[in-house]
């Protein structure tokens, strides 16, 4: 069974970097054709995908994020990240890891992490 604990600050500061950890059990990111992926969901709003990272490494972001996203990975950790910067307070949201059904662009997912509140705020 994939388990996925999220990791970071609940808090971050306007015009600073984002980052969140995700740290994957019952099953490796390396894993052929598995795929790892970020999205959040704004205060009233629904859910935004952000991006995938595949098992090789290959990454996708959604075009709207692209230029401040990167997710990157620890392989020796079984851990996935999220880098979002140059945030401001719109980007105040709850965060979630999960594992992508496939390396695809807005891939749906079987299992998630629990989801982190993060505020952007001075």
């Known amino acids: 069974q994939v388990q996925l604990q999220e990791s970071g600050s609940g808090l971050v500061m306007p015009s600073q970097t984002l980052s969140l950890t995700c740290t994957v059990s019952?099953?490796?990111?390396?894993?052929?054709?598995?795929?790892w992926s970020w999205m959040r969901q704004l205060p009233g709003k629904g859910l935004e995908w952000m991006g995938v990272?595949?098992?090789?490494?290959?990454?996708y972001y959604t075009p709207s994020l692209k230029s401040r996203t990167s997710i990157s990975r620890d392989t020796s950790k079984n851990q996935f990240s999220l880098q979002l910067s140059s945030v401001t307070p719109e980007d105040t949201a709850v965060y979630y890891c999960a594992k992508a059904l496939e390396y695809y662009y807005c891939s749906g997912a079987d299992y998630w992490g629990q989801g982190t509140q993060v505020t952007v705020s001075s």
């Open positions: 019952g099953g490796s990111i390396t894993t052929n054709d598995y795929a």
């Open positions: 990272i595949a098992y090789d490494g290959r990454t």
